[in-house]
């Protein structure tokens, strides 16, 4: 069998199987032994494939942060939907946050999803009130009022009496913008939506700021086919693509959050998963522009950390406006999320170590891609700002 015959066999094999293949080669004098390629047995299975590094670089252990942490944002409670919308679950026993806490050096946790109304006096009593100082609880929006006539003025009192109640900042899940639909006609409200004014406005007024989600990964937005960089994460999650349909892209969501920010130059909005962080210069400029803009890191280091040299000066400009957060959740099957010790610790170790190439989630298959990470090495007074002294600042917290 000559070059071209061998380069036609393996093509075939791969797109026909391993049947055909052993068909051919019976049909044609056996080969040499081996001839210089892996025997058929030696395919993997992507998702069983778990290659080990053979690099010889630093591993650096960081089991505490150099400065206290407010992890800004975590899932503690999850609103529960359903009959009873505003109401919450807890998702993490607060005796259980409290232990990897001290151990983590972490000062506070802010819990996102709070909900509202009564589910909300629920996680403020068993978390803000219970342990002073060590978590702090936000509200949401009541999303299953918003087609009602009087939502925009409901909305609004509802974050007054959220304040009252100890609320201490606003989540928007990406609901909104890939989700929330008008009851009747079902087409997607905007993110722009005028009907939220009265609210961005009251967040604005009483000093909560807003942690906003808004649109997802670009991968998600396109095929899940062989060109997909997320292709594991997409086909062990096929509900988390958006492609098709009549979802709008990534690029027209964060422009619609920035008319809102534009529109709310009083409110502070923290744009979470670092807004876009895929495209760092896109979030620059954002920045630039909107000086009531701030963003988050969280479940995002694995972006931020496969272009470290670009990260690294992202985090040194924008050092007054970037808040340590991981999304921490009990959730098992999104490894860069659960909460624990490791999950912290591969956060410090990307923040303040050079350490290189290194998995940037507790999880044998890297569940985001398969890419590794290399550490940012920050100075000391970006990591005591990112750390804690941003969000201190945000939430009213004393430093
Ligand atoms: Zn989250």
């Known amino acids: ?25 019976t049909s044609q004098s056996p080969p040499a032994a081996n001839a210089g390629r892996p ?36 899932h503690i409670t999850f609103a529960t939907g359903g009959a009873n919308p505003g109401a919450v679950r807890f998702s993490m026993d607060p005796a259980n946050c409290l ?34 100082g060590r978590f702090i609880v936000f509200t949401e929006p009541a999303w299953t009022k918003a087609s009602d006539a009087d939502y925009s003025k409901f909305q609004a009192d509802q974050i007054a009496d959220a304040h009252k109640a100890g609320a201490k900042g606003l989540k928007v899940l990406k609901t909104l913008g890939l989700f929330l639909r008008e009851r009747g006609s079902q087409k997607l409200v905007r993110i722009d939506d005028p009907r939220f004014d009265p609210m961005w406005e009251a967040v604005g007024s009483l000093k ?19 060109f997909n960089e997320r292709y594991e994460e997409l086909h062990a999650h096929p509900d988390w693509s958006f492609h098709g349909k009549d979802f709008p892209g990534n690029r027209e969501l964060q422009e619609a959050r920035r008319n ?24 620059s400029e954002c920045l630039d522009s909107h000086p009531n803009m701030s963003v988050d890191i969280a479940a995002r280091i694995g972006e931020l950390g496969r272009q470290p040299r670009s990260a690294r000066k992202f985090f040194d400009k924008y050092q007054d406006r970037i808040v340590f957060g991981t999304d921490a959740s009990s ?26 190439y290194f998995d940037y989630a507790p999880a044998t298959v890297p569940p985001q891609g398969r890419w590794r990470i290399s550490g940012l ?9 990112v750390y804690g002294e941003n969000a201190a600042r945000l939430i009213g917290l004393s430093a």
Not at 44 to 72: A, C, G, N, Q, W
Not at 261 to 275: I, N
């Open 1 to 25: 069998m000559n070059r071209r015959q061998w380069v036609a066999l393996s093509a075939g094999s791969f797109a026909a199987g391993r049947s055909a293949a052993v068909a051919q080669q």
């Open 39 to 74: 025997p058929q047995d030696t395919v993997l299975p992507l998702e069983r494939y778990e290659p080990k590094s053979m690099l010889h670089v630093p591993e650096t252990h960081v089991p505490r942060s150099r400065f206290p942490v407010i992890d800004f944002h975590t």
């Open 99 to 132: 232990a990897v806490m001290d151990r983590k050096n972490i000062r506070t946790m802010v819990n996102v999803t709070g909900g509202y109304g009564a589910g909300l006096l629920d996680a403020i009593g068993k978390l803000q009130t219970a342990h002073p």
């Open 208 to 226: 909560m700021p807003v942690a906003i989600h808004i649109s997802d990964p670009e991968a998600f937005f396109l095929p899940i086919d062989r």
């Open 260 to 283: 809102v920010m534009r529109r709310h130059p009083k409110t502070q909005f923290v744009c979470l998963h670092v807004a876009d962080a895929e495209d760092l210069p896109y979030v």
């Open 331 to 356: 959730s098992a099957s999104t490894p860069q999320q659960t909460f624990g010790d490791a999950l912290y610790e591969i956060y410090y170790r990307f923040l303040e170590t050079e350490d290189e």
């Open 377 to 385: 090495g920050l100075s000391e007074q970006v990591l005591r700002k």
